[in-house]
């Protein structure tokens, strides 16, 4: 009976255009680390659009939004926050909330308090409270950093050991593993969202 379960779960996200549900999965991406996650998550819904920030709908018409980002200075990159103030815009015209499920790379250890923190943080300040957008996801990936960011902070912050480190272990991501921690932790919002099985 459990995998006859799961078997009608797995095709209700398969399906999920099919079933009614509008999916985007939209992306900000410089070096490719974002628009890699960002595919992998789209892979556990072949049906939904799947374009760059620059070239997203209206998401107005969307159950669900991925929205893949990148840290950029310490900050949501800059064409994420303004589709971030165009689903705003859509959620007023609807007279609704907009489910936007965040995700993004960055070259620290996204697992590291000072990391969940910034993530927190930011997102928290483009849900506001929650009237026009509601967050019903948040993750975050390790990626490589781009090597003119690195020569330019490298004018302004010395080198050490410990930072080398961590730029040696961003260059590493994302992998394959990572792809695939996408693809669960999609596939886990799209199931909480289809009606019981």
């Known amino acids: 009976m459990r995998k006859q379960i799961e078997s009608v779960r797995k095709q209700q996200i398969g399906e999920c255009a099919s079933d009614g549900m509008r999916v985007l999965v939209t992306w900000s991406s410089v070096t490719g680390n974002t628009e890699k996650i960002a595919r992998a998550v789209a892979r556990k819904c072949p049906h939904a659009e799947i374009v760059p920030v620059a070239d997203a709908p209206d998401p107005g018409g969307f159950d669900t939004i991925f929205l893949a980002f990148w840290c950029d ?15 705003r815009e859509a959620a007023r015209k609807k007279g609704s909330f907009i489910d936007v499920a965040f995700f993004g790379t960055m070259g620290g250890d996204p697992r590291s308090e000072r990391s969940i923190a910034w993530r927190d943080k930011m997102i928290d300040a483009e849900v506001g409270d929650g009237t026009l957008i509601r967050c019903i996801g948040q993750r975050m990936w390790q990626g490589r950093v781009d090597p003119e960011v690195t020569e330019r902070m490298n004018r302004v912050i010395p080198m050490t050991p410990e930072r080398r ?33």
């Open 73 to 87: 200075k310490g900050q949501i990159d800059e064409r994420s926050r303004a589709y971030l103030e165009t689903i």
């Open 165 to 197: 480190a961590l730029l040696e272990e961003a260059a590493r991501h994302p992998n394959e593993e990572d792809e695939q921690e996408a693809e669960a932790w999609a596939a886990a919002i799209l199931d909480s969202r289809l009606p019981s099985v």
